[in-house]
């Protein structure tokens, strides 16, 4: 009897603090989810914290600016690819279509065609000096290599057959053509790019170059490598996509300022 009466009162006790524990638990729970909730609302974003990063902005005119890297290049010669196979900054730099990327970093940099410093309105007719003469070349080149192959009278003999006088000329005329249209592309990317290094503070590399001589070297040697680096030194491509055709190498809607 004795031992029935205090199995229940321990039984009581138990259930008692058992109860309060529960009532105690269901109090903690809102409190536990709001201090959760102003953790998650005052966790910061990735998405705010990568777009603070970017080195483009857009101003209250609606212009998308852009802060190229002072000092240093944003990436070396040999990241033609850096975007990809198929992006347009590799069309305008091989293809044949090396003056056409000067053009568009001419615009951007407010150059002429010649890559020197010029007015708003001399600016603008950049790219498309530089496309007018690219087509023109090959346009040229194209018919005189036409006019060589059509007197050249070994193409169908099987022994030697000395040319006529004038299969002589429009090879000579043909090889100044192409010495005329070389030299004129070097002198352009040697002034843009010498434009380009004195604006943003970037160094010459005296390793492989006389000292003053760099951006001869390398646009003499590797022309198409200088256009690819001075587009996408000139410009952020992660921000918006290239394209060919345009002035600047952007889409038309987007006006581009160079800080």
């Keep these: 009897m ?16 058992s109860f ?30 990568n777009a603070s990063q970017s080195s483009t902005n857009t101003d209250c005119n609606g212009r ?7 000092g240093r290049w944003r990436d070396s010669l040999w990241s033609w690819c850096r975007h990809g196979p198929f992006h347009a900054s590799i069309y305008n730099s091989f293809c044949c279509c090396v003056l056409t990327g000067a053009g568009q970093v001419a615009t951007r940099m407010q150059l002429s065609y010649a890559g020197q410093v010029a007015s708003a309105s001399q600016a603008a007719f950049a790219f498309k ?21 059509t007197l050249d009278p070994n193409i169908d003999s099987q ?9 002589y000329f429009f090879c000579a005329v ?21 434009h380009v290094r004195q604006k943003y503070n970037i160094p010459e590399e005296t390793n492989c170059c006389p ?4 951006d001869t070297c390398c646009s003499l040697i590797c022309p198409c490598l200088v256009v690819g680096q001075l587009l996408r030194h000139t410009t952020e491509y992660s921000a918006y996509p290239g394209r060919c055709c345009s002035s600047t190498g952007l889409p038309d809607n987007i006006p581009v300022d160079l800080v």
């Design 159 to 167: 022994h030697w057959v000395e040319p006529p006088t004038s299969y």
């Design 211 to 214: 000292g003053g001589c760099e």
């Design 64 to 70: 998308f600016t852009v802060s190229p890297p002072v």
């Design 129 to 149: 000096t530089l496309l007018k003469t690219t087509v023109l070349f090959w346009m040229t080149r194209t018919l005189l290599l036409i006019v060589i192959a």
């Design 174 to 194: 043909d090889d100044l053509l192409a010495y005329i249209y070389f030299g004129f592309t070097v002198m352009c990317l040697k002034n843009i790019r010498s």
């Design 20 to 49: 309060a524990a529960d009532v105690e638990m269901q109090e903690m729970e809102p409190l536990t989810l709001a201090a959760a909730g102003n953790n998650d609302s005052a966790a910061p974003s990735p998405t705010n914290n």
């Design 2 to 17: 004795i031992f029935t009466i205090m199995f229940g009162r321990r039984r009581s006790q138990v259930s008692a603090s």
